[in-house]
C-alpha cells in the first residue's frame, strides 16, 4: 500500500486548495464557506520518485463550536490511526487560533511525524511572520500559498524526506485472495462469519463496525481461500460526514491486492452511487468481479421473475457491466453462501483463460464479416491480426490502420462478440489497438 499523508487542520485555512496543488489537479471544491468539504476526498500523487496518497480531512458544516472542535478532534483521532505522515495546515493571514491549538495539542500527544504548514504565505510579510507557528510545538515547518505554489517544493522535499522508507513488496501469494466490499451493514462480516462458521469479526446492526481489514483463511472443496472484510470505520456521536475517508483506502487496498473483488449490497436498499464507485474502481484495476444480493430472505413477495427483476434492474443502472454475474444469498441464514466462492472460482478460472492465436484470429475473421470496419476521412478501417498477449487478467492486442479512428461504439462491439464467443465471465477485458 501506498504511504498515506493526510492534511488536517481547521476549516477555512485552505486544505482543500492545497490538496489540490498537491495532487496536480482541481479534485476537491474550493469555497470561502466552512463545511464545504463533506465527501471524501483522496488522490495520488509522485515527488522525488516516490508515490504516496494525499487526503484531505474537511467536511465539517458546524452550527456551534463545540462540535466544531468535537469534529477536528476526530479528524485529527483517524488521520493520527490511518497516516504516515501529517500535514498540519495553518492561516498565516489570521495566525494562531484557539482551534490551532486543540489540534496541536492532539498532534503533540502521539507519535506520528507532522509538517505544519502555514498556508496563504503570498506575500515576504506573511512568510517571515509564519514563524509564530513555532510556538505550536513542531520541529519542521514549511510556510507555502497553494494558490500560487510557493514553497509547495521545499515541503514536497521534506514530506519524501520523512515518508517511510520503501519496502520490498511482497511476492505473490499462490493462494486466491477474495476482497468482500461494500457500504457500510450489508452484511460483509456476516458473510465472513458464514463461510468461517466463527466469530470472527464483529456482527452488529450498527454501520461500520468493522474498523480495520479483517483478513481469514478458508478452505472450501480442498482449495484455499484469504477472505478479506473490508472495513467501514464507526461512526461516532454526531461527526458523520468524514469517518469514511480511510475506508475508502482500507477498501481500495483492498481491491487492489485480491484476485476478485465480491460486491455485496443489501437487497433491501438497492443499487447506489456508492456500490457503482466500488464495482467501477476493481474494474479499473482489472480484478475479477462478483455481486451479491445479500439479505435475499428479506425481499417479500419473491417469484420466479424476482431475481431477473433485480439483474435488470442493476445492468440498466450500469450498463458497462453486464458481463458481471449476480448471485442472491441471506449471510444471516447461511443461505447459499459457499456460492460466493464458487462463482468466485469461476470467475478467476475465467481470467487465466487465454485463447489461441489461432482460434481468435478465425474469431475476428468472422466479426468482421458480420459487421464490417467504418469508413474514416475517406479510408477503409482495417484489423489485419489480433493476439491474446496476456491473461490474468487478459489482454488482446489488435493491429490495425489508423487506430486512432475507431469509434467507441465498434470497440463494445468487439468486447461483446469476444464475451460472446469466448466468455470471461466477471472479468474485465483490456484492448489494445495498434498501427500496424
Not at 476526498?41 to 487526503?55: C, L, S
Not at 515547518?141 to 515541503?155: A, E, H, M, R
Not at 435488470?312 to 458481463?323: E, F, K, M, N
Not at 489485419?384 to 479512428?405: D, G, I, L
Request: charged content about 30%; aromatic content about 8%.
Amino acid at each position: 500500500m501506498l504511504p498515506v499523508v493526510s492534511i488536517v487542520g481547521r476549516p477555512n485555512v485552505g486544505k482543500s486548495t492545497f490538496f489540490n496543488r498537491l495532487i496536480g489537479r482541481r479534485k476537491a471544491i474550493v469555497h470561502d464557506e466552512y463545511g464545504v468539504t463533506r465527501d471524501r476526498h483522496y488522490g495520488e500523487t509522485f515527488w522525488n520518485g516516490r508515490d504516496f496518497t494525499v487526503i484531505d480531512t474537511g467536511g465539517y458544516l458546524p452550527n456551534e463550536m463545540n462540535v466544531m472542535i468535537q469534529g477536528i478532534r476526530e479528524q485529527v483521532h483517524i488521520a493520527l490511526e490511518e497516516s504516515d505522515l501529517i500535514l498540519f495546515v495553518v492561516d498565516t493571514k489570521d495566525g494562531i487560533n484557539t482551534l490551532d491549538k486543540s489540534v496541536a495539542e492532539l498532534l503533540r500527544q502521539q507519535e506520528k511525524p507532522v509538517i505544519v504548514v502555514p498556508n496563504k504565505a503570498d506575500n515576504e510579510e506573511r512568510r517571515f511572520n509564519a514563524t509564530e507557528f513555532y510556538e505550536l510545538g513542531f520541529e519542521h515547518l514549511f510556510p507555502v500559498s497553494s494558490i500560487n505554489g510557493t514553497g509547495t517544493g521545499d515541503l514536497l522535499d521534506k514530506v519524501v524526506e520523512m515518508l517511510p522508507p520503501e519496502s520490498e513488496p511482497e511476492p505473490p501469494s499462490e493462494t486466491p485472495k477474495l476482497a468482500f466490499v461494500g457500504r457500510p451493514n450489508v452484511g460483509k462480516s456476516s458473510l465472513l462469519n458464514a463461510l468461517l462458521n466463527d466469530e470472527r469479526a464483529i456482527v452488529t446492526d450498527i454501520p461500520g463496525t468493522t474498523r480495520d481489514s479483517i483478513n481469514s483463511n478458508l478452505t472450501y472443496k480442498d482449495k484455499e481461500y484469504v477472505l478479506v472484510d473490508t472495513a467501514g470505520l464507526r461512526k461516532r456521536a454526531k461527526v458523520k460526514e468524514n469517518i469514511e475517508f480511510y475506508s475508502t483506502i482500507r477498501t481500495d487496498k483492498a481491491i487492489r491486492e485480491c484476485d476478485v473483488a465480491v460486491l455485496i449490497i443489501d437487497s433491501m436498499r438497492g443499487f447506489e452511487e456508492q456500490d457503482k464507485r466500488v464495482i467501477r474502481e476493481a474494474e479499473k484495476f482489472n480484478k475479477g468481479l462478483v455481486i451479491a444480493l445479500n439479505k435475499w430472505d428479506l425481499v417479500p413477495e419473491k417469484d420466479t421473475n424476482t431475481v431477473r427483476e433485480f439483474e435488470d434492474y442493476i445492468y440498466s443502472t450500469v450498463p458497462q457491466l453486464y458481463y458481471v454475474p449476480i448471485i442472491t444469498i441471506s449471510a444471516l441464514n447461511k443461505q447459499r453462501v459457499h456460492k460466493v466462492i464458487e462463482m468466485a472460482e469461476t470467475v478467476m478460472q475465467e481470467r487465466k483463460k487465454n485463447i489461441s492465436t489461432s482460434d481468435f484470429n478465425d474469431f475476428l475473421e468472422n466479426m468482421l464479416k458480420e459487421k464490417p470496419l467504418p469508413m474514416k476521412r475517406g479510408q477503409q478501417l482495417r484489423i489485419t491480426y489480433a493476439t491474446q498477449v496476456k491473461s490474468n487478467p487478459p489482454v488482446f492486442k489488435f493491429f490495425m490502420n489508423s487506430p486512432h479512428e475507431l469509434p467507441p461504439n465498434y470497440r463494445k462491439f468487439i468486447e461483446h462478440k469476444i464475451r460472446e464467443r469466448f466468455g470471461f465471465l466477471g472479468v474485465p477485458l483490456t484492448m489494445v489497438f495498434r498501427q500496424k
